[in-house]
């Protein structure tokens, strides 16, 4: 079985619309397209013929270009159940543990509410790859507009369990201001510095942080570790349960 290609276009001023590429059987999922003709335009640079839109949650820098994509192409949409009334032209909606096929390969649904209610990201677990929307970024996490810290932390906490080798892809190009917030709370960390030397160096030369991976996402990212000692004695909070080290980092990070 062919590896899965990706490819991560950018557009509006900080977005990420990954497209995934069966080069065996032809199949392409466009990912969180937000708007139609930059994309359309990259799948016709690559002949690329897409199938497939996933939708991980209903914001309009998410969704802005999935009707005029599928009237272009006839995409299948697929996109979560709770999110019917909110994600426009879904043919296929889904729920936690739902198996999504793309030629031959398959990605599991995961329900991730915290950013949004309705939020879901999927694992192609074969191909060591995470579309994880804006639940979870390099070095960060996503504001919660409509869930609990608890539900976040909970959905990090599932994400946190997939193996070291996933390939993270993120939403947004918001790493280095996640680089400059991690700092302040845990400076002394060796593998947050060499991720933020990492970071730098690719920011410098005009090239994405995406994908990250979930191993050094695990030692470096605060929001990832809210319930490890060294983390909590670093960032002042070894008295707090996990949860509420979590909603603590959160606000702090939102008035940064």
Request: proline content about 5%.
């Amino acid at each position: 079985m062919a590896d899965l290609e990706i490819r991560s276009v950018p557009v509006l001023s900080d977005n990420y619309v990954h497209l995934v590429h069966d080069p065996e059987e032809g199949a392409c999922a466009i990912v969180d397209p937000a708007v139609a003709d930059p994309v359309l335009a990259e799948l016709k640079r690559l002949d690329w013929r897409p199938t497939h839109i996933f939708c991980t949650h209903h914001h309009n820098d998410h969704i802005g270009g999935v009707l005029d994509i599928k009237r272009a192409t006839g995409c299948t949409v697929v996109g979560a159940a709770a999110d019917r009334h909110r994600i426009p032209g879904i043919d296929q909606a889904v729920v936690e543990g739902d198996v999504v096929k793309l030629g031959h390969h398959t990605a599991r649904v995961f329900e991730v509410p915290g950013h949004t209610s309705g939020h879901i990201a999927y694992w192609f677990g074969n191909a060591h790859a995470l579309l994880c929307g804006d639940t979870l970024f390099s070095l960060g996490c996503g504001r919660l507009f409509e869930g609990t810290p608890a539900q976040m932390w909970a959905s990090l906490c599932k994400l946190r369990k997939l193996p070291d080798a996933t390939r993270v892809y993120f939403g947004h190009e918001y790493t280095k201001g996640n680089v400059d917030f991690a700092l302040t709370l845990e400076p002394d960390n060796q593998a947050l510095r060499a991720r933020a030397e990492e970071v730098g160096r690719l920011r410098e030369a005009g090239r994405p942080t995406v994908p990250s991976l979930l191993g050094s996402e695990k030692a470096a990212n605060p929001f990832l570790r809210a319930d490890v000692a060294d983390f909590r004695n670093a960032a002042g909070l070894a008295d707090r349960d996990a949860v509420a080290v979590f909603a603590e980092i959160r606000g702090r990070k939102d008035r940064f």
